[in-house]
């Protein structure tokens, strides 16, 4: 079966992962990955400076400090100080400094809808595919298509055109996308000690149902609390709806299978894959293969024995490293494929009310080209958390507690590879995105302008019911037609109509 994804929601390693965001998306570009320790919303104080249009390295009272909304783990007691380290950099490289907000992985839902819906002030936003043509609907972001070509034309030439391509809305430029693993790559991951315990054979595991014995034979060896897969509510099983695209909507209940060459958009839930992985989840679930917990557990653990990923080569480096985890097996299980989606897995907007627009386009086009900038927002405070093996490109982590989660920030080809991963991990990466296939509806993001209520309205409905299903709590024989049944009400068939009637004439 092909397995679609549950989240890119990734969840999400806090330095060269993620995934994915944890979010509603089943589809996105998000890494999956142990998180951490839990956090709580917080955000690192920074001089708030008054504001100049200058982008220039200009006296202290004159550099603007911008407010960057992003996502990530538990604030440790050094980031005051590495943030005061990249803002002292970047006020005599661009006049520019940020004060950088961090929304835990369980409150970002939440924290970022507010901020929007209240009209609370920032300058830069992390979003996905979960969120971002709504967002976009709602008039929070400014358009930069033209601005983005005439103030950083170094970051415009840098990210493909396929990519930007895949970021638009009405055919405008609304945000900047991490040029990084594009396109989505599934990866399914074992602590390998198991693995020798219970003599596992990867090469072997294919589908969902090959996971069952595996998870059976590591229950009745490790006893009753412990759990093979443990979950929680924001990722579910991270990847479950691959095999759907969700037409950047960021309802998974909503999609086209990524071959099918009809392009008919159908009701995700109802297939038959889907209900039969739907089925496996609450018999796992049932079995005490899942936590009891996983539907209001909102903070993964570390050192899971197993889960699941999107992913690049060289990933489990950084793994092994935040989850105390002696080795990692990780191996393919879907993809890489590319769909918009994917590519707006990951982005940076910038707010419609921010007063230095030009000011945070440059910020980010020096964090997409600046390796120093770069590694210090992905890896922390030089010197402390890492420190610099081979210049810029090759760093060895010292401490497991930098909070911010890279996959978030900007291209991964100016960043160090962390020792132990290849050396030519970004290569890698590249080439899976060349070698990537590409959705039927590639390039097509249903148009919401029309649909805003209903879009609205259903997902309020999936988002009701999403963290017990996909987590193998709820029975999906009877809770499936109970949530269609609603998301109907709610205004799904006209949805699916307006997709199919935009994707015929896209496809025209």
């Known amino acids: 079966m092909k397995l679609s994804s549950a989240f890119c929601t990734a969840a999400l390693l806090a330095t060269a992962l993620a995934g994915c965001s944890s979010s509603n998306s089943n589809s996105s570009n998000s890494s999956s990955s142990p998180q951490g320790s839990a956090s709580t919303s917080a955000s690192a104080p920074a001089s708030q400076a008054a504001a100049s249009e200058s982008s220039k390295p200009a006296d202290s009272a004159d550099i603007p400090t911008l407010v960057w909304w992003t996502i990530g783990g538990q604030i440790p007691a050094n980031f005051d100080k590495a943030i005061a380290a990249m803002n002292d950099y970047t006020a005599e490289k661009i006049g520019v400094k940020v004060d950088i907000k961090v929304a835990s992985w369980g409150d970002w839902d939440t924290k970022i809808n507010t901020i929007v819906n209240t009209g609370e002030p920032f300058d830069i936003m992390f979003t996905n595919n979960s969120k971002y043509s709504q967002q976009v609907a709602m008039g929070a972001f400014a358009d930069l298509t033209d601005l983005v070509q005439s103030q950083t034309p170094d970051l415009y030439k840098l990210i493909p055109e396929k990519v930007w391509d895949g970021t638009k809305i009405g055919g405008k430029i609304y945000s900047v996308p991490t040029y990084k693993d594009s396109s989505l790559t599934q990866y399914w991951v074992f602590d390998d000690k198991y693995v020798q315990k219970y003599g596992i054979d990867t090469s072997k595991i294919k589908t969902l149902q090959d996971l069952d014995k595996p998870f059976h034979d590591m229950k009745a060896g490790e006893g009753k609390s412990f759990y093979p897969l443990s979950l929680t509510q924001g990722d579910g099983f991270n990847g479950f709806f691959n095999g759907y695209d969700d037409m950047t909507l960021g309802l998974p209940p909503v999609g086209v299978k ?251």
């Not at 071959?259 to 008919?264: E, I, L």
């Not at 936590?291 to 999107?310: L, S």
């Not at 991963?421 to 590249?430: G, L, M, N, S, T």
């Open 258 to 508: 990524v071959d099918d060459a009809s392009r008919k958009v159908v009701s995700v839930l109802e297939q038959p894959d889907v209900m039969a992985g739907l089925k496996q989840l609450h018999q796992w679930y049932q079995d005490g293969i899942i936590n009891p917990d996983a539907p209001t557990k909102t903070e993964a653990d570390k050192g899971r024995p197993f889960f699941a990923a999107q992913a690049f080569p060289g990933a489990e480096a950084s793994w092994q490293i935040n989850e105390g985890v002696e080795k990692y097996d990780m191996f393919q299980i879907f993809g890489p494929i590319y769909t918009t989606s994917t590519i707006q897995g990951s982005l940076n907007a910038i707010s419609a009310n921010s007063k230095h627009k030009e000011e945070a386009l440059k910020y980010l086009q020096l964090v997409n080209t600046d390796p120093k900038l770069r590694n210090m927002l992905a890896y922390g405070e030089p010197g402390v958390d890492y420190q610099n093996v081979d210049g810029e490109k090759l760093i060895e982590r010292t401490t497991d507690t930098w909070p911010l989660a890279s996959y978030t920030q900007g291209t991964f080809f100016d960043m160090a590879v962390t020792k132990g991963a290849p050396e030519d991990q970004w290569d890698q990466v590249k080439k899976l995105n060349e070698q990537a296939t590409s959705s039927s509806v590639l390039g097509f993001a249903l148009d919401i302008s029309k649909l805003t209520t209903e879009v609205a309205n259903t997902k309020a409905v999936w988002d009701k019911y999403r963290y017990e299903l996909l987590t193998g709590a709820s029975d999906p024989e009877k809770m499936v037609p109970k949530i269609v049944s609603e998301l109907k009400a709610a205004g799904l068939d006209k949805i699916m109509q307006a997709a199919q009637e935009q994707i015929d004439a896209y496809f025209k």
